[in-house]
């Protein structure tokens, strides 16, 4: 934002400072300053980094393992120790955000905050409409009943089908088990989108830092005021 737009956006009332309107000249302490614009907060806090990764196969989605194997950390050559918001199964691939932001993080995974999280998955044969129908009224599994925001067929090719799934809770294996429950096994999936925030230039294994627009825009998609993030992680205000 340039600095005379963001002077117009503060003269618009648009903007606090620690839970205040915001005047023209206010200063804020970078370190522990709240300033948010129309009550979404700005990560202003110096050591706060977000990174977004294209999570290839084979790669686990844990900060450390015991076994040795390669996991998402190892892929970000973040400045500080970042962990992995929610997981992708070590078979599955797309999206996945890497942060020390951990009221961003609570925000992403805890479905009271209803963030979507929307999937290509390669199936086993053509899911019938009804099939799909009930993916959205919720599926019984083991752990309890999955649903599906929405589920739809993006295309066909002989004995498979590509199918788009958005969910708002990430249980392990969820996806795949709620395919595979209505008789359509998943070959490959792929998580293309966290809320509103999509990327189709990453190329497998390749990370890269979020702008200050789209954490924004994350805050934004769980509903989030900085109320509302301090009252669910603890954090001071």
Known sequence: ???????????????????????????ADGASAVIAIDGVPLPVRADLVHYLLNKPPGVISTADDPQGR???????DAPTRVYPVG???AD??????????????????????????????RVEGAPARSALRNLEAGIDLEDGTARA???RTVDKHGNEAL????????RK??????????????????????????ENKLSPGASRLLTVHEVRSLYKAA?????????HTGQDR
Do not use: C, F, Q
């Open 1 to 27: 934002m340039s600095r005379r737009r963001a002077e117009e956006v503060i003269r618009a009332g648009r903007v606090t400072l620690d839970g205040r309107t915001a005047i023209l000249g206010d200063r």
């Open 70 to 76: 390669t996991s998402v950390v190892d892929l970000v």
């Open 87 to 89: 997981r992708l199964d």
């Open 92 to 121: 599955s691939e797309g999206l996945l955000i890497l942060t020390n932001d951990g009221t961003l993080a609570n925000l992403l995974t805890h479905p009271r905050y209803g963030v979507t999280k929307t999937y290509l998955a």
């Open 149 to 151: 925001r929405s589920a």
């Open 163 to 170: 199918i788009e799934i958005v969910m708002t809770e990430g």
């Open 173 to 198: 294996r969820e996806v795949r088990r709620m395919l595979e429950h209505i008789g359509h096994p998943v070959g490959r999936l792929v998580r293309t989108a966290i809320g509103p925030l999509r």
């Open 223 to 231: 509903g989030a005021t900085w109320e509302d993030a301090a009252e």
